[in-house]
């Protein structure tokens, strides 16, 4: 495991203890190893625009499509539980295939649930294709998570400082560009089938980019040795994982239902896409100083709690705060849970004293952290079918946020995995 030199951002390897061990891209000059570089970082700008611009447009799809209360909480959850269900399948197929040409695949794969995702299957409406697109973009957005971090510290340990910031700013602008575009795109269109359609675009240009390098790496079969500290039965690896869990849920449940709480409080969907997009910005900054803010301290309990408490309350006041101060109220939100998401992956880095088993932790915290997170998504539907409302929604992130910080006090003490 390397810390990233300019913000401490841990970039895990998913493919530590392979024998042979995976060597980089093969590239044959500088300009390609920039080539290279771009095609990493433009794969992170579509790792998120599936959320957002589902959300952006929920009310024409429910009211266009007719989709029943279900449809809408499977919509929102499923991509989310994906990404722990194909976590730990990502180290499988690199080690049989190569990581790039599972990008490669993951990509196409993804491509083709963007273009599934608004399709009309003749008799049966909608419905069917967006739950086999969304499910199809979630299963590729996970190996993308796993292999992508590890694919770029090994391909550029000279550059992990300017490679990680960019590839992870790339992760939250891609959320911002589907909060943010997808309603005007919509309203150009008159049609939210072309607002869906529309971020086909961007992932196929990416796949066409990238096919060239990944076709190009040689077959190696590779073999795992497993080493470092068994991650399951440490008490410290639970706390960071349920720390992670906890943040999840309502990371993944600002995506899927923050702009349409914003249009059920009266904001036009423009104007909800805006201020979601400006909250996810303040996520990237949060993300960017919070990371080297936590590993200065001696432990991480104080910034843990600060950072649980401001999504929680952040995320509860967007319900019940005065609308008119929706920014304000967002804006903590986006500083909050940015700094949140960040600190829960740097205890990767501060919990462990050997990569080996910073990347066995990490596969436990997406794979657990994940599969649990999307309970988030999925009880916010369940409340607001039964109860109408989001006023239900906003207790449980008052209190999803008191646990958080309640484990991220556990997991900020000073100690490691494996002891």
């Excluded at 770029?152 to 590839?167: A, E, Q």
């Excluded at 190009?216 to 039965?233: D, I, K, L, S």
């Excluded at 929706?326 to 804006?331: E, I, N, Q, Y």
Aim: charge should be positive; hydrophobic fraction near 55%; charged fraction near 10%.
């Amino acid at each position: 495991m390397t810390r990233n030199a300019e913000n401490s951002e841990p970039l895990v390897d998913a493919e530590i203890g392979e024998v042979p061990a995976a060597g980089p891209t093969r590239v044959s000059t500088a300009k390609g190893l920039v080539y290279l570089g771009a095609c990493l970082v433009l794969i992170g700008l579509n790792l998120r625009t599936v959320f957002s611009s589902f959300s952006a447009v929920l009310p024409e799809i429910t009211a266009d499509a007719g989709l029943p209360g279900w449809a809408v909480v499977v919509l929102t959850t499923v991509p989310v539980t994906l990404l722990g269900v194909f976590a730990p399948l990502a180290p499988v197929l690199a080690r049989r295939f190569g990581a790039e040409r599972v990008l490669l695949g993951a990509m196409a794969i993804l491509t083709a649930g963007l273009l599934l995702r608004p399709a009309d299957v003749p008799g049966a409406g909608h419905l069917p294709a967006l739950l086999a697109g969304t499910a199809a973009c979630g299963a590729a957005i996970a190996l993308c998570n796993v292999l992508l971090p590890g694919v770029v510290k090994r391909d550029f340990p000279h550059r992990l400082g300017l490679m990680g910031g960019l590839y992870t700013t790339a992760i939250c602008a891609s959320a911002a560009l589907g909060a943010g575009f997808t309603y005007p795109v919509f309203r150009a269109a008159g049609q939210w089938t072309s607002a869906l359609w529309f971020w086909a675009l961007p992932a196929a240009v990416v796949l066409l980019l990238f096919l060239p390098l990944a076709l190009r790496q040689p077959a190696v079969r590779h073999q795992f040795q497993a080493e470092g500290a068994n991650v399951w039965r440490s008490a410290v690896a639970w706390q960071v994982t349920v720390f992670m869990v906890l943040q999840a849920m309502m990371s993944f449940s600002v995506f899927a239902w923050l702009a349409p709480i914003l249009r059920e409080r009266g904001v036009d969907g423009g104007t909800a896409g805006l201020i979601v997009s400006v909250s996810i910005v303040l996520q990237m900054l949060g993300s960017l100083f919070a990371p080297g803010l936590a590993a200065r301290f001696r432990d991480q309990r104080a910034i843990n709690v600060v950072v649980a408490l401001m999504t929680g309350g952040g995320f509860a006041l967007s319900i019940f705060g005065p609308v008119e101060l929706a920014w304000a109220w967002t804006g903590l939100l986006g500083l909050g849970q940015g700094s949140l998401t960040a600190v829960a992956l740097t205890m990767i880095m501060l919990r462990t004293r050997d990569a080996h088993t910073a990347a066995h932790l990490s596969g436990m915290m997406q794979g657990v952290g994940y599969g649990l997170g999307s309970t988030g998504t999925l009880l916010v539907g369940q409340l607001h079918q039964a109860t109408g409302g989001f006023a239900a929604a906003g207790i449980l992130f008052l209190v999803v946020g008191a646990l958080a910080a309640v484990f991220g006090y556990r997991a900020g003490r000073n100690r490691y995995v494996g002891g």
